[in-house]
């Protein structure tokens, strides 16, 4: 599945967003999905995810009650609603997926996902 994202942009702290991300494949209602960020020089660490089974949600501790993810089977269509925007998440945004026979695991580690989409930029300025 391919999983090209959009929606990344300069912003003011405080501000909203929102990521997309749509798959081009036949499978995405069964992929649990996710997105990632990479600050400048760090490596790629996970935002949040939601399983395929049964929509169970995860968040990071820092952008847990800011950032919601949902996601669109109809549509093929993976979202990030970013809001309350800190310095700190200025990164390089990417959404992720993988099909797992388990319908409410989430994995968390970037290796455990196999389908990727290329990354949007998220610039929080002051």
């Known amino acids: 599945v391919q999983l090209p994202a959009s929606g990344g942009g300069l912003v003011q702290a405080g501000d909203s967003l929102r990521l997309s991300c749509t798959a081009r494949g036949p499978t995405f209602s069964s992929y649990t999905m996710a997105w990632f960020r990479q600050h400048r020089g760090e490596q790629r660490e996970i935002v949040a995810a939601i399983s395929w089974g049964d929509s169970t949600q995860f968040y990071t501790d820092s952008v847990h009650g800011r950032f919601t993810i949902s996601r669109d089977n109809a549509a093929k269509a993976l979202y990030l609603q970013m809001n309350r925007l800190k310095l700190e998440d200025t990164a390089v945004y990417s959404c992720?997926?993988?099909?797992?026979?388990?319908?409410?695991?989430?994995?968390?580690?970037?290796?455990?996902?196999?389908?990727w989409g290329q990354g949007t930029l998220v610039t929080v300025s002051s």
């Open positions: 992720a997926g993988v099909a797992l026979l388990d319908g409410h695991r989430i994995p968390v580690r970037p290796y455990e996902y196999d389908a």
